[in-house]
Nanobody
């Protein structure tokens, strides 16, 4: 069984920073792409940032220049450094990862964490 667990969310003032972490654990054979999504109240879940195994990154336009995604392959962890936070960044942030687990090495599955709440407010 594979689990993704996010941490690092909280309340921050506009202009502040937070760093989210997401650790994958369990019967992992290989992790491919990893990413961060967010869902604000009343809105659909959207991709915030993604990172491939070789470190290639992509970002949604609204966070470019403010957010940085990174990963530690040895620790099966993905990070999201969020700077210059705005009230519009308030959302539940979810990480996901495409993983082959040891129980069935023929299937690549997408796993999700349960989310961590980020609130940007004065």
């Amino acid at each position: 069984q594979v689990q993704l667990v996010e941490s690092g969310g909280g309340l921050v003032q506009p202009g502040g920073s937070l760093r989210l972490s997401c650790a994958a654990s369990g019967s992992i054979f290989l992790i491919y792409d990893m990413g961060w999504y967010r869902q604000a109240p009343g809105k659909q879940r959207e991709l915030v940032a993604g990172i491939t195994t070789d470190g290639t990154t992509n970002y949604t336009d609204s966070v470019k220049g403010r957010f940085t995604i990174s990963r530690d392959n040895a620790e099966n962890t993905v990070y999201l450094q969020m700077n210059s936070l705005e009230p519009e960044d308030t959302a539940v942030y979810y990480c996901n990862a495409d993983i082959i687990d040891t129980a069935n090495m023929l299937i690549l599955r997408t796993y999700w964490g349960k989310g961590t709440l980020v609130t940007v407010s004065s």
